[in-house]
């Protein structure tokens, strides 16, 4: 089974697209602006057999492999994806304090580091006004390979702006390489 991620071209949502039937062709309806849509898989690659007394580790499978398309981002929040590393050559991160702080491909929370943090990126600071759940950081990676991070408030009651801009809950803002990220009195930058 071949899994695609696209976004809607008419509403901008991110879908992951599973082709369970092997179809080179796979339509189905947008359900968030339910336009018609169509993703084009590769045919799958013949296994080769393999040899007695080789060690074989069988392939990775994708989450959730029921054959449904699942719907990820904003107004879904209920279901967390646990990230995953993103490819080599889309090397995003925060900067801050001249460390690097390297984000994953989806759900990504930032926040102030602590013993009770549940944060995934911690940071070092000792700024009480930034939360320790401060921000989510979504990236995901379009169909053409480029990464998208898109930043959203973790609702609570600590501010976070980017580049001056104040970010109020439900608000996202889709962030750009030097993007500057302040939580409570902490700044960080965005590295693409």
Known sequence: MQTKRVKCPKC????????SKDESVKRFVCPSCKVTLQVKFSSPQPQEPLEPKT????????????GTTQLVGAGYGATQYAPKKTSPSSHIRLMFDEKEYALLEGQNIVGRKGTTSKATIQIETEDRYMSRQHCIINVSILPDGSPKAV???????????VNGQVIGNGDEIRLTNG??????????VFKL
């Open 151 to 161: 930043l959203s408030n973790y609702l609570n009651k600590n501010q976070t702006s």
């Open 179 to 188: 993007d500057r990220i302040k939580m409570g009195h902490t700044t960080v």
């Open 55 to 66: 060690f074989y580790a069988p392939p990775k499978q994708p989450v959730a492999d029921n």
């Open 12 to 19: 901008g949502v991110v879908l992951d697209v599973k082709n």
